[in-house]
């Protein structure tokens, strides 16, 4: 890249690292001992894929190992490239082994946008040690990469940068006067940049996007020294990870439900509040709590289904922002209610019958007999109403003769459902009014 166009590129893009040293973070990967620092600087490089968030240094590691490889290095998009783009790749791979007996290193940046018959094309070339493959990724390989292409590949895995690592990248950013903002003189106070490090929630180039508008913010008013004022106008507000179709997205309704479950509102609210400002689709939000209310409520409080699918209807009915309060209140009942996965689990074992057995008949004397034929087959014959007898129960076999034992159903001792146990003991039914 020429000065003039160094110049003009964004800060992030001209303070990339260049060597493995001046990466910050990824210590485990490519600290003295880290094994993709040992891959790289033997030049002995096998197919892997880099998952991490935003900003953490996926392509710069990727232009790193570009600059150390002894292979013929071609980047490749998954944005605008198709089969036909791959496979005029790979025939240039398979000419370069044959002439020079070096393989090709291709690096597939976003590789989850490539559907399945994109990625199988490369396949053949990774066995047989044509190409080495190398993606990048924000999303889990589990779930975006098939399973026969990331069987043949590593996953090196970056983590977030911390707070600490994002104020190293932003003080070399205002100290370097070769690539960074060294020329304009400012300062920066060490609480500012963390400051600014929290706002960027682990992402160097949203961090230094922001430093970058922060000074040209600063100049323009003459100051020599950047002011709070100047960062939280360039951010506006913290940058929320999330994705509504993602690993982020099901690692936070996950978060969600299981500290309601913990009976933990607290954290239930911070995990709310963390989707719903990222722009999470309410109606979504409203019904995993509707499921939550059934798998991990239940009768131990009935009245919890009743609070979730109130919010529910609240969010269809008056939208957001107003709703935001409805989906709080939810929270805060379903995880202050008494727990039971008793419904739960009863459905799972019906379910379990119901599929894996054969379809058992439905009973005689369950059937209804509307014409003479159906009563003269013994249809309704020995069925009793229950109404009939004084706890309105009576002794009659319901389940198929091969299912008669089976108990779906366990109520536990806690909230309203241990009501519920007295009552199949031969008590009255309860009233879930009373609980």
């Not at 791959?86 to 025939?91: D, F, G, N, R, W």
């Not at 932003?170 to 400012?186: C, P, V, W």
């Not at 609210?269 to 019904?287: C, H, N």
Request: net charge neutral.
């Amino acid at each position: 890249m020429t000065q003039a166009r160094l110049s003009q590129a964004p800060l992030a893009d001209r303070m990339r690292p260049r060597t493995l040293d001046e990466l910050v973070g990824q210590e485990k990967l490519v600290g003295p001992d880290g094994v993709l620092r040992q891959m790289i600087e033997g030049d002995n490089l096998y197919s892997f894929v880099l998952w991490g968030p935003p900003g953490v240094g996926k392509t710069t590691l990727a232009r790193i190992i570009a600059h150390h490889t002894n292979s013929k290095w071609v980047p490749f998009s998954a944005v605008v490239s198709g089969i036909k783009e791959i496979k005029a790749v790979m025939a240039e791979a398979e000419a370069f082994m044959n002439l020079e007996g070096r393989r090709t290193i291709l690096f597939v940046d976003e590789i989850h946008r490539f559907n399945k018959a994109q990625q199988d094309a490369f396949l053949p070339y990774v066995e047989s040690g044509t190409i080495v493959l190398v993606g990048a990724t924000t999303e889990n390989p589990s779930f975006e990469i098939n399973s026969a292409l990331l069987s043949r590949m590593k996953v090196f895995v970056l983590a977030e940068l911390t707070p600490e690592h994002l104020v190293i990248i932003l003080k070399r950013a205002l100290e370097d006067r070769e690539h960074g903002l060294g020329a304009e003189g400012l300062t920066a106070d060490d609480d500012l940049l963390r400051l600014l490090s929290t706002y960027a929630s682990g992402d160097a180039r949203t961090a230094l996007n922001s430093l970058e508008l922060a000074v040209m913010l600063a100049r323009r008013q003459g100051r020599g020294q950047l002011t709070r004022d100047d960062i939280t106008r360039a951010v506006q507000q913290a940058v929320l990870k999330h994705d509504k179709t993602g690993e982020n997205h099901f690692n936070l309704i996950s978060a969600l439900h299981k500290s309601i479950r913990n009976s933990d509102a607290d954290a239930g609210l911070y995990w709310l509040a963390r989707m719903l400002e990222a722009g999470e689709d309410p109606v979504y939000v409203a019904r995993r709590l509707v499921r939550f209310a059934c798998e991990d409520v239940g009768l131990a409080a009935p009245q919890a289904l009743e609070q979730a699918v109130a919010a529910m209807q609240a969010v269809q009915l008056i939208g957001m922002p107003e709703a935001k309060l409805a989906l709080a209140q939810a929270v805060i009942y379903l995880a202050a209610a008494p727990k039971s996965n008793s419904v739960y689990a009863a459905y799972q074992g019906a379910q379990s019958d119901a599929l894996n057995t054969i379809q058992h008949p439905v009973p005689l004397h369950l059937r209804n007999a509307p014409t003479t034929l159906m009563k003269d087959l013994g249809y309704s014959k020995g069925y009793r109403y229950a109404h009939d007898y004084e706890l309105g129960k009576a002794d009659m076999q319901c389940l198929p003769d091969e299912l008669k034992d089976r108990r779906y159903y366990r109520p536990t001792s806690r909230g309203f459902e241990g009501k519920l146990s007295q009552a199949r003991a031969g008590s009255a039914t309860p009233d879930p009014a009373a609980s």
